[in-house]
Structures are given as C-alpha cells and as structure tokens.
T-cell receptor
Framework: NAGVTQTPKFRILKIGQSMTLQCTQD?????MYWYRQDPGMGLKLIYY???????DKGEVPNGYNVSRSTTEDFPLRLELAAPSQTSVYFC??????????FGAGTRLSVL | GQQVMQIPQYQHVQEGEDFTTYCNSS?????IQWYKQRPGGHPVFLIQ?????EVKKQKRLTFQFGEAKKNSSLHITATQTTDVGTYFC??????????FGKGTKLSVIP
C-alpha cells in the first residue's frame, strides 16, 4: 500500500516553462487536495476535488490548473511558470474529508 | 475568509522542558486537527478534536479544544529530541477544506 505518491521529487524550471506535478493515491479516497508550502507560511490550498470529475478552487489557484479524470489521479498543471511559484507542493487525500494523508512533496524552483 | 492563527512561530527548549503551541480561529470550528512535519518531510496527522472542551492525550502530548470551539492547544511534556519539527493546527468550519495555521517550529537542545 503506497498511500499518496508524488512525482517528481525535485524540479527546476525556467520562467515561462510549463509542467505537470503528478499525484496518485491507492486508498480509493474521494477527496484530494493540492497545497503549496512557502517557508514559514504554513500550507495554502491551491485546488481540491471531492470526486472524479469535480474540482474547485482553493485559496491560491491563480497560475495553476487541475483535472480529476479518475479517483486515483489528481495532477496539478503549472502554465507559464513564474518565480513566485517556487515552493514545496504537497498533494493529500482523505476518505471522508477528515484526516489528510500527504505525499512526500515536490520541491520546485523557478529561475 | 476563515483564518487560523498559531503562536509562537518558533520555540527553542532544552531537552526535558515542556512545550506548548496555541491555535486560534476567527470562526467557530466543526473540528480541529494537529499535524507534525519533521524537517524535510511531509505533514503527518496526529489527532482530531471534535467536541467542545475535548482533551485527548497521546503519551507525552496533550491536545485541548476550547469550549467555544475557536481555539486549541498542544502541550508536550518533557520534550525529547525526537519531538523536533513543525506542529500545525488545521481547522475545519463545515466545508471540505482545512485551513492551516502557519505552524510552530520546535527545536530541542540536547
């Protein structure tokens, strides 16, 4: 049982490039979330999904897009990367909206 | 929108001393959760409190939820070096979303 798996673990992007952060969970959880964590700033919600085909914006959605075509996968797309998107990105899932299980994170630098 | 304030931001203690972090919400919460994040790691769930005035214990950790369900605290008795990390509270106010505090970074001096 792998839990929540995120890839890649590290990535360096140039300004203006695009990339997709992958997140997959094998726990059959309906709810999935994307957070970003900046130093000393806690976790901020980017997007979330309550089930396949349903997504909604969180606190800081600008510059990002998501899709949820299956229960297992919840990729996060960065279009036109900017230095302000340098952060650590965490994906999380939960069966019923309570306890959140986090992936190991993706450390992204935009230079 | 909902805000969750957490203090202190940093705490340095001598091993064996006690540690407390406090969490305050701008709105009444349906529940509050606590997570621990080790340096370089990801947040790991510790506990969830749901009832007004609830107190839960996990070995040396004591968690409290305020009577008004707007504040919470985590107290660690006799800290150990294994307690090092950042402790986050996260509150839910009836939606699918959790609002995280900024965390308290605990350093333990051996």
């Amino acid at each position: 049982n792998a839990g929540v798996t995120q890839t890649p673990k590290f990535r360096i992007l140039k300004i203006g490039q695009s990339m997709t952060l992958q997140c997959t969970q094998d726990m059959n959880h309906n709810y999935m979330y994307w957070y970003r964590q900046d130093p000393g700033m806690g976790l901020k919600l980017i997007y979330y999904s309550v089930g396949a085909g349903i997504t909604d914006k969180g606190e800081v959605p600008n510059g990002y897009n998501v899709s949820r075509s299956t229960t297992e996968d919840f990729p996060l797309r960065l279009e036109l990367a900017a230095p302000s998107q340098t952060s650590v990105y965490f994906c999380a899932s939960t069966p019923g909206g309570d306890i959140q299980y986090f992936g190991a994170g993706t450390r992204l630098s935009v230079l | 929108g909902q805000q969750v304030m957490q203090i202190p931001q940093y705490q340095h203690v001598q091993e064996g001393e006690d540690f407390t972090t406090y969490c305050n919400s701008s709105t009444t919460l349906s529940n509050i959760q606590w997570y621990k994040q080790r340096p370089g790691g990801h947040p790991v769930f510790l506990i969830q409190l749901v009832k007004s005035g609830e107190v839960k214990k996990q070995k040396r950790l004591t968690f409290q939820f305020g009577e008004a369900k707007k504040n919470s605290s985590l107290h660690i008795t006799a800290t150990q070096t294994t307690d090092v990390g950042t402790y986050f509270c996260a509150g839910r106010a009836g939606s699918y979303q959790l609002t995280f505090g900024k965390g308290t970074k605990l350093s333990v001096i051996p």
